[in-house]
């Protein structure tokens, strides 16, 4: 009766512990499926977000290319306007090169111009240039450019004689509307002093005599011993031997007689011009 009971049980037992056990095996199969799909979820995740960095590289890579680009653009623009200039300037370098020898002599003419015009200090020193470059332009010894230079260099020169204090020792100028028939030989040896090109002075070494250059008159005026002390005064700024100070000089040049003698050497104006 026991051995019946217990084959019972063992009858109903066993159809539910193969039941559990099947469930079981289920659950883990379940578990392994979602452990799988959650890896493949993992890994996509991983790709995506390996894609999103190479977009993001992508975009700057194609950013930085855009702005070289641009860059490159601008560039290739200004050198093609510098090729168009410089093939213009070869262009006008031909025709210049034919018009140098004509402005170089004009320039000349206009720097004679000047000279006649202007006061005649160091006048022989300045004819003798200017006769130097007459002769350097019917040489063709020196090339169209070379004889520019020294033109200019001249030029540069005169200019400079408008911005100087200078003084020096030599002989007194006599013009032809002022002549020296006092002394009745060779003219004496006096001190100059020039201020720029609106006065310019001499006295004699004893400090005796003195004069300014009258541009109207085209000759010297005495001056009296207010100025020759003026004079000496000047001297020894323009050689260093004192410091700069104000001078009470009359000037050789008044506001008409600039009108009448321009520095660039253009012909002068007079009244009757319009």
């Not at 049980?9 to 039941?19: F, K, L, M």
């Not at 031909?94 to 006061?119: F, N, Y």
């Amino acid at each position: 009766m026991a051995m019946a009971c217990l084959l019972v049980a063992a009858g109903i037992a066993g159809p539910g512990v193969a039941e559990a056990a099947s469930l079981t095996e289920t659950a883990v199969e379940a578990q392994q499926h979602q452990a799988k799909l959650q890896a493949r979820i993992d890994a996509a995740d991983d790709r995506t977000r390996e894609a999103l960095r190479e977009l993001r590289r992508v975009r700057r890579e194609a950013s930085r290319l855009e702005a070289y680009d641009e860059e490159l653009a601008r560039q290739v623009e200004r050198q093609d306007q510098s090729i168009n200039q410089r093939e213009r300037a070869v262009s006008q370098l031909a025709d210049a090169g034919e018009r140098l020898p004509v402005l170089t002599r004009q320039l000349v003419g206009r720097l004679q111009a000047l000279v006649e015009a202007d006061m005649p200090f160091l006048h022989d020193e300045r004819l003798a240039r200017l006769a130097s470059l007459q002769q350097m332009l019917d040489t063709g010894e020196l090339s169209a450019a070379d004889k520019l230079d020294r033109v200019l260099a001249a030029w540069r020169t005169e200019l400079d004689y408008g911005r100087e204090v200078d003084a020096w020792h030599g002989p007194l100028y006599q013009s032809d509307a002022q002549p020296d028939t006092a002394s009745g030989g060779a003219p004496p040896a006096v001190d100059y002093l020039r201020v720029g090109r609106l006065g310019w002075y001499y006295l004699t070494p004893d400090g005796e005599q003195g004069g300014v250059w009258q541009a109207g008159a085209h000759g010297w005026q005495p001056l009296d011993g207010d100025a020759r002390r003026e004079v000496r005064k000047g001297l020894r700024i323009a050689r260093e031997e004192r410091a700069p100070a104000m001078l009470d000089l009359p000037l050789s040049i008044t506001p008409e007689n600039a009108r009448q003698a321009p520095l660039d050497g253009s012909p002068a104006k007079t009244e009757g011009d319009s």
